[in-house]
């Protein structure tokens, strides 16, 4: 099953606005981290965030990270109309060779 | 994609039949993995790889075998192609971001493009 769920399934917004995804996860984990998947790709790694961190930035991505509601949200700024895509969350536990990915949220920005 | 090669990249085939997928790598990575991919699922993987010969099952093993005779190729098997093994099948590697402060490094995959299987 699962382990990351991606909300919302997806997305659609204004070229300029910020687009936000948000994950939760059942079971305690070592990292989280998202990817990006367009259309007949492959996915690509986006960021990772530990556990033991709360906030991550990586240009015009910021992702937060609260343990306590083993939730997780990845946000967007001043979105482009290349950013349509698939993202997905992925959990990393102990095992790290098991990583569970969500179903993804399909963004659509609008030019 | 990082030097990872998947073929072939679309295959139809009949019940019954058997399948091979085959991912292969350029870059020398000990880890290697296969996930398939379904609408409402997201990936899920199938059978992983930690070295030449050494192989371990993942979340949805059943019906499937893998063989990674050399570091540079990982084979998926479908001994006998069901309806449900139709999916879009992803082979990854691993590269790992170290830890920090104590906490363990982290597995960040890089993805093939993907091999879309259709069994009728």
């Known amino acids: 099953s699962q382990q990351g769920e991606e909300d919302p399934q997806a997305l659609s917004i204004q070229e300029g606005e910020n687009a936000t995804m948000n994950c939760s996860y059942k079971t305690s984990i070592n990292n989280l981290q998202w990817y990006r998947q367009n259309s007949g790709r492959g996915l690509v790694h986006l960021i990772l965030?530990?556990?033991?961190?709360r906030e991550k930035h990586s240009g015009r991505l910021r992702v937060t990270l609260d343990t306590s509601k083993k939730s997780s949200s990845l946000l967007i700024t001043a979105s482009r109309a290349a950013d349509t895509a698939s993202y997905f969350c992925?959990?990393?536990?102990?095992?790290?060779?098991?990583?569970?990915f969500g179903a993804g949220t399909r963004l659509t920005v609008k030019p | 994609d990082a030097g990872i090669t998947q073929s072939p990249r679309h295959k139809v085939t009949e019940t019954g039949t058997p399948v091979t997928l085959r991912c292969h790598q350029t870059?020398?990575?000990?880890?290697m993995y296969w996930y398939r991919q379904d609408p409402g699922h997201g990936l899920r993987l199938i059978h992983y790889?930690?070295?030449?010969?050494?192989?371990d099952k993942g979340e949805v093993s059943d019906g499937y075998s893998v063989s990674r005779s050399k570091t540079e190729d990982f084979l998926l098997t479908l001994e006998s192609a069901t309806s449900s093994q139709t999916s879009v099948y992803f082979c990854a590697i691993s590269e790992l971001f170290p830890g920090l402060a104590g906490y363990p490094g982290a597995n960040v995959l890089t993805f093939g493009a993907g091999s879309r299987l259709t069994v009728l």
């Open positions: 965030i530990r556990s033991n961190e």
């Open positions: 790889s930690y070295g030449v010969k050494d192989t």
């Open positions: 992925a959990t990393g536990s102990a095992n790290n060779n098991d990583m569970r």
């Open positions: 870059e020398n990575h000990r880890y």
